[in-house]
Nanobody, 115 residues
Framework: QVQLVESGGGLVQAGGSLTLSCASS????????MGWHRQAPGKQRELVAA???????NYADSVKGRFTISRDNAKNMVYLQMNSLKSEDTAVYYC?????????WGQGTQVTVSS
């Protein structure tokens, strides 16, 4: 069983930076697809950044050039570096792992950007 635990959220001023971390208790291999999603109040959950086990990293248009996803399989960790934060980045951020046909989700971490 995989459990994902996010950390690193918080309150930051517009233009600031945060780094989110996600730890997997069930390991992480190069075959696992990893990603970050977010959900703002009243909106649907959306993909922010994805780093497939095989394939290209991709980002939502709204975060391209500002956010960077990375992973360390040896440490069972995935990260989201967020720079130049905007008020519209305010949301709960969720870590996601797709292993085979199964999707796993973390409990989420709140990111609030004040303008």
């Amino acid at each position: 069983q995989v459990q994902l635990v996010e950390s690193g959220g918080g309150l930051v001023q517009a233009g600031g930076s945060l780094t989110l971390s996600c730890a997997s208790s069930g390991g992480m291999s190069s075959f696992d697809d990893m990603g970050w999603h977010r959900q703002a109040p009243g909106k649907q959950r959306e993909l922010v950044a994805a780093m497939p086990g095989r394939g290209n990293t991709n980002y939502a248009d709204s975060v391209k050039g500002r956010f960077t996803i990375s992973r360390d399989n040896a440490k069972n960790m995935v990260y989201l570096q967020m720079n130049s934060l905007k008020s519209e980045d305010t949301a709960v951020y969720y870590c996601n792992m797709k292993r085979g046909y199964t999707n796993y989700w973390g409990q989420g971490t709140q990111v609030t950007v004040s303008s």
